[in-house]
């Protein structure tokens, strides 16, 4: 099982990709297009070109995951532009916002942290 933790680095490739690839191909792409290695841990996040669809991969130490979501109606409301790099870096609350197909970059949350105060 796959347990998605605050310390996880998310990258989100911008490009589509085609959705016939495992993930030999996956990972391919990560080395070439996102010039990440696929064995660090990291979460590799996809989608197909019509955005009915996206596979996530991430490496456990022991393999590989691939999971996928395919809508059964619509497409994924919120996806990188192409004006930016290769890849757009998630948080962890960003990535379970996309994969309920919301906009990330519109929830209201609260700062990931905040400074301590020293005085009471």
């Given at each position: 099982m796959i347990q998605l933790t605050p310390q996880m680095r998310i990258l989100v490739a911008?490009?589509?990709v085609d959705f016939r690839k495992g993930i030999d191909g996956l990972t391919k792409i990560c080395r070439q297009r996102?010039?990440?290695?696929?064995f660090s841990g990291c979460v590799f996040v996809f989608c197909n070109k019509k955005k009915t669809a996206i596979k996530i991969i991430t490496y456990d130490g022991q393999g590989f995951?691939?999971?996928?979501?395919?809508?059964?109606?619509?497409?994924?409301q919120w996806w990188p532009d192409k004006s930016q790099s290769g890849i757009c870096p998630l948080a962890v609350h960003e990535l379970q916002l996309l994969i309920w197909n919301g906009n990330p970059q519109n929830a209201q949350v609260a700062p990931q942290w905040r400074k301590i105060l020293t005085e009471f």
């Open positions: 911008v490009e589509p996102i010039k990440s290695d696929p995951w691939l999971c996928q979501k395919r809508l059964s109606q619509g497409t994924f």
